[in-house]
């Protein structure tokens, strides 16, 4: 039986019982131990093996088969492969078995001629319907993407609405209970959750996970990053039509993510590389592992520097050493490390600078990103709020003079909403982590970093900028030198 939906091989059971019938009439006594395959094709299509047909070619090879007659519900149940068969019935001829049809009700000889070229010939015509089936299968899914009709399971997040009468799918709704859980989802990443807090969050809360284990040593898992991560990248929540891995049409079922937002902000969040690197919430120290040496490209660490010269109590008592902690370059295989160290308050204070002084550029949202990447439209975009501001500014001036506020405000609900739709337009173009977009629109880059903490801010360093660390050219030289830090910017 190809297939067996229900999991209940009512269909093998009737065949078996045919098969059963005829030998009887025959006054054949059947194996105890028949080949019998649930839920498998037997076309050049399938996807999984049949084991009990392995079963019945290996005792054909090694003799034990047991019988001398091979029954069969159908010929198609002996192969719809041209080649199998054959080999099946050169197995059979040489054991001297003959093959027996059911729903034929007639017995094959293999050594008969005539009777060899029937089975041949049902082999062929086998094989030929089940190409035809696979032909109109693949022609129906490639029409239900193109019109960007559902194929396949129910998808987690959705429920299905029927025809009470026909039976026919009326629609695709979003899931009351499991659509929320999708949009969530997509909201703490694209707020700087990471995957596995989300995953704790939802297992601690009981949700059930959207795809649970067939597996029982895995079942108790729930919720994982790589679930998360899986879902949200799903093509359909976008409301897109997938067919072999490209976008080919609208869906014909709500999106739960916003199609935009989905393409530009969260795929590209989701599978940055940087995501893969070292978990930030147990870190201390503002750059560790974000900057680099200059000569041989290693990341830096922390390490503790002494201090000045040991001194005594007043009883002659050796004091502990003052320290101040210095990020040191700890080398790579076949460059030992060491080749640059610098105070860790003196690099920080030098990258934040030249990261703030960067995000405060007026033309940041149109530069950053590669070369070439929508720059021109950004920068129109930039240029369009630019000129609104200057015009509300304007108008600002001359309800002071007039002493008119009015005039202002209605200007503003005029301008207002134009800005904030350009400002809309250009973070859509603008592929950069929310956090970082966060930081630059928030109209005080300085007081927005303040307020983010450790763990935040180096996600926002590491989105913008890879610092490398150059040697001291000036031996001896005290305070903060500008020109040993390479700022290595992403975009």
Not at 186 to 202: N, P, Q, S
């Amino acid at each position: 039986m190809s297939q067996d939906r229900h999991g209940r091989g009512a269909s093998t059971d009737q065949q078996h019982e045919d098969n059963a019938r005829a030998a009887e009439g025959r006054g054949w006594t059947l194996h105890t131990r028949p080949y019998r395959d649930d839920d498998r094709s037997a076309s050049r299509y399938a996807k999984r093996e049949r084991e009990n047909f392995g079963r019945l070619i290996s005792d054909l090879e090694d003799g034990s088969f047991g019988a001398n007659v091979l029954v069969l519900w159908e010929s198609s149940r002996g192969s719809r492969r041209t080649g199998e068969w054959v080999s099946l019935i050169e197995l059979c001829e040489q054991a001297g078995v003959r093959i027996f049809v059911t729903t034929h009700d007639r017995e094959y000889n293999p050594v008969n001629g005539r009777d060899r070229r029937s089975l041949l010939e049902d082999a062929v015509d086998s094989e030929y319907e089940s190409s035809k089936a696979a032909e109109r299968i693949q022609r129906s899914v490639r029409a239900a993407a193109a019109d960007g009709r559902v194929h396949g399971k129910n998808l987690y997040g959705y429920k299905r609405v029927y025809d009470d009468r026909t039976r026919e799918l009326v629609r695709i709704e979003e899931h009351p209970e499991q659509a929320p859980v999708v949009k969530e989802a997509a909201r703490r990443v694209l707020g700087g959750e990471t995957l596995y807090a989300i995953a704790k969050d939802f297992n601690a809360r009981s949700l059930p996970p959207r795809r649970p284990s067939r597996s029982p040593h895995r079942q108790h898992l729930g919720w994982t990053p790589a679930a998360v991560k899986q879902m949200l990248t799903t093509t359909a929540y976008a409301g897109k039509r997938q067919h072999k891995g490209e976008i080919v049409a609208d869906a014909q079922w709500p999106a739960l993510i916003d199609p935009d937002v989905w393409a530009t902000k969260l795929v590209p969040l989701l599978n940055d590389p940087s995501r893969k690197r070292t978990n930030d919430w147990p870190a201390t120290h503002l750059l560790t592992g974000l900057a680099f040496c200059a000569e041989c490209g290693a990341s830096v660490r922390v390490g503790k520097q002494n201090k000045g010269s040991a001194r005594r109590d007043e009883n002659g008592v050796v004091l502990p050493r003052e320290h101040y902690f210095s990020y040191l370059c700890i080398g790579v295989p076949g460059k030992t490390g060491f080749h640059v160290a610098i105070k860790e308050e003196s690099l920080d204070l030098v990258v934040t600078e030249l990261l703030l002084a960067r995000l405060e550029r007026p033309d940041f949202l149109a530069t950053f990103g590669q070369p070439g990447d929508n720059t021109d439209e950004r920068q129109a975009l930039l240029d369009e709020i630019a000129s609104h501001q200057q015009y509300l500014d304007e108008v600002r001036e001359q309800a002071a003079a007039r002493h008119d506020v009015s005039i202002l405000f209605a200007q503003e609900d005029l301008i207002k909403p134009k800005i904030a739709e350009a400002q809309r337009r250009l973070e859509r173009l603008t592929v950069a982590d929310p956090l970082l977009l966060a930081l630059v629109t928030s109209g005080d880059v300085r007081a927005a970093w303040e307020r983010l903490v450790l763990a935040e801010k180096r996600r926002v360093i590491r989105a913008a900028m890879r610092p490398q660390i150059k040697p001291s050219q000036k031996r001896g030289a005290r305070g903060i030198d500008m020109d040993r830090v390479v700022p290595g910017w992403v975009g």
